[in-house]
């Protein structure tokens, strides 16, 4: 469990990137501010980490040692490769698992790691959307999330009900009219209930964050029930990086997805401001905080 | 509250390899399943997406005789090289009901209103019959063995079907007492992949017991995640139980790490192909059950 206690804040000796995509909006804030991050930065590739690193109790980065418990790690991994049945050989599924098992264990030493791999992403993330809208209430209590209904956790649905590939957060998918129940698997299909209103998107660094695309409509409200919602995450969650979208109507805030590579604000003016401003302050007052 | 006692002994039941083979050939005795193969009753099993007591699912005569050849396969095997997850077997199950499911997946399942019983859905299908009739019913034979302790000293934990977690084995979303069953299961599993890999009878079975070893390991490497998580109401679950599982996941953890104690990333990726791999995490969960 980790808890908030007093502390000094966390001064790391290095920050640790580990990335995957160089265009990720995440990596190239970092890599072209490093001087403004205010600790020196380290930039270590998927290949680099893989064949490049030797992982002891201190790590040894191109002949430089790394102290997990001195460093901020800044995890940036690849995303897209879930670890599902596909086309993978046998092998290959084995190597990737045993990859991801170990990181997970090398990377939560570090004193401060912007995310863990997870059993379903090696960069960290919340899973499929039914894993989102089951989960995420229960880690933000009031937070609301469409109704919902999967084969496996049936559920009567009223409204307008669309059915989407919860693996796509990305996607609202189609109205389940329009998209035959046979057209999606069993184990990928989701129906919901389409909230009123369009998806605003909210990007956070733990307890920094902006809106790239506030509607007009927002009222002040709506605005802080969705920073409260995302404060509450940061609070408990240890994905540290995050895009959030939600469907925004005449009431209260749904949550739709929770993302942690920034889709749509990533390319926003202030993003890179973000990344710096949010990873500063996180690092400090979130890498202070101890396991109880 | 269950007792510690009732469920260190589970636990001991579910560590195949830890009793020498030698003491456990007794028990497995004459190599054969002991449970009842139920081809033909009227029972309509809960919970799954087909009429188990429809005509249209009964195996036909054809088929009959290879599900026999495939169960007798299995029994022997694990006579041979995992015979106290055979005696398991004979001690928990006591019928398997065997049926077709013309869309169902194949399959095996347990229910708590059915203990001493299970079904086994197409396993005339797998390429690797008999492997897969090992892990079926050695699965279901885990849940009775937990049934059973459950109802001789209190449940493990909330039996409700709400809220779901996400299995870090199978992916799908599971009420809390069936991911505290799979904890046990997915250990049991382990020791028991871990057994029968020792001795493979050909490259395919050794490559399909890594296989399933690393898939048991892989879900272990994130359950704390799970339990830690303030989403996770660890109060529900019985405290000497969740130590169980907390333990079962250091285990698994440990005998992983020891089996690869590699420097880099790359030598990680490629050590489970190793020759000796097995062997170790075998040799790493035996150490911790010590």
Redesign the interface.
Known sequence: MIVPRRSDDFEPDLVLLLYGDPHDAVTRALVSGRSQLGWPLLAVSTQQLIDGIELEDAWTVAGRRVEPQRTALINRLPLEDRLEPGDATAAGTMARQALWSRLREELGRFRYSSSLPTATSIMGCYGSLLDQWEDLPRLVPGLLVPDHSAPSLPRALHGTVFSVNRWTPYSLGKPLDEAPAAALPAAARLDYVLPEGSLVHLAQVGDTMFFPNPPPTMSASQQQAMVNAARALAAVSPIRILEHAFFLGKGAPILYSSFPVPVLSGAHALYPELVKQGLRNDIKKWGGRRPA | MTSRSGVDAVLRELRFGALPVAAAVGAADDARFRFVMDFDSAERWPDVPYDTAAPSARHDDVMRARIGSVLDEAAQTMARRAPAALRLVNSQLQRVLLRHGENASGGSASHRSHVGCCLLTNLHQPTESALVAIEAVTHESIHQLLYRTEQAGGNFCDLAET????S?WS???LPMHSLVHACFVWFGLLTLWSELALEPASDDEA?HS??RI??C???F??LD?LL????FPAARVDPEVLEVIRGMSVAA?RA??AA?P?????Q??????GAGWPAAVATGLARDGR
Request: net charge positive; glycine share 8%.
């Open positions: 809220p779901t977690f996400r870090p992916g799908a979303r490559a890594r296989g690393a898939h390991l892989f879900g490497a994130f995640d830690d998580s303030p989403a953890r992983t790490r690869e590699c420097a880099t990333l790359r990680v990726a490629s050590a489970r192909q």
